[in-house]
């Protein structure tokens, strides 16, 4: 059994700044790209920014300069500081890993976290 808890959600003004921290645990055997997505109200889930396990990172084109996604490998966590906020970041975050598990085999898995409400007021 394999959660993503995240962490670090609330309220902010505009300008201002949170970190979203997401810790994978359980029968972890390896972990490919993490990542972070958002979903706004009425809108489809997009992908906010992503690392792979060797440290490279992409980002959405709305959050770059912005946004810093970062990796503990070592605590299976990924981080999300996110910088100069604006009400269009306004969304539910969740937090995505490709996750392998050995059943008998290593298998490949896809998990998302329960999601954390990010509210940025002007």
């Known amino acids: 059994q394999v959660q993503l808890v995240e962490s670090g959600g609330g309220l902010v003004q505009a300008g201002g700044s949170l970190r979203l921290s997401c810790a994978a645990s359980g029968s972890i055997f390896s972990i490919n790209a993490m990542g972070w997505y958002r979903q706004a109200p009425g809108k489809q889930r997009e992908l906010v920014a992503a690392?792979?396990?060797?440290?490279?990172?992409n980002y959405a084109d709305s959050v770059k300069g912005r946004f810093i996604i970062s990796r503990d490998n070592a605590k299976n966590t990924v981080y999300l500081q996110m910088n100069s906020l604006k009400p269009e970041d306004t969304a539910v975050y969740y937090c995505?890993?490709?996750?392998?598990?050995?059943?008998?085999?290593?298998?490949?898995?896809?998990?998302w976290g329960q999601g954390t409400q990010v509210t940025v007021s002007s």
């Open positions: 690392a792979s396990s060797g440290g490279s990172t």
């Open positions: 995505n890993a490709e996750i392998i598990i050995m059943v008998v085999t290593p298998t490949r898995h896809d998990y």
